[in-house]
Nanobody, 121 residues
Framework: VQLQASGGGLVQPGGSLRLSCAVS????????MTWFRRAPGKEREFVAG???????NHVDSVKGRFTISRDDAKNTVYLQMNSLKPEDTAVYYC????????????????WGQGTQVTVSS
């Protein structure tokens, strides 16, 4: 299974970005998909996850601003990020696993290469 993340970039505070993660293989619809991020000098943290059935979970710091979604016909998971703040600056990673959403990154089997998001004026 290969994951290809895209959509990062430089955006001003208050702006929006949409990250995409395309997943190879035929079993995408059975995977739980998640976005993690690693800010400079910090550990990687859970951002949002979506199960195969559509159950979603977002970390409190992004609730109301970020939305995870998936399109099983396109084998793609998205992260719509609105009202971006400088503290959202990080490398964002998509990850997948079988089973439920888990905030522990060690539980994930498949990882994308990461896409940089920088929020700055």
């Amino acid at each position: 299974v290969q994951l290809q993340a895209s959509g990062g970039g430089l955006v001003q505070p208050g702006g929006s970005l949409r990250l995409s993660c395309a997943v190879s293989g035929r079993a995408f619809s059975t995977y739980t998909m998640t976005w993690f991020r690693r800010a400079p000098g910090k550990e990687r943290e859970f951002v949002a996850g979506i199960s195969w059935s559509g159950t979603v979970n977002h970390v409190d710091s992004v609730k109301g601003r970020f939305t995870i979604s998936r399109d099983d016909a396109k084998n793609t998971v998205y992260l719509q990020m609105n009202s971006l703040k400088p503290e959202d600056t990080a490398v964002y990673y998509c990850a997948g696993r079988t089973g439920r959403i888990n905030v522990d990154d060690s539980k994930y089997d498949f990882w994308g290469q990461g896409t940089q998001v920088t929020v700055s004026s």
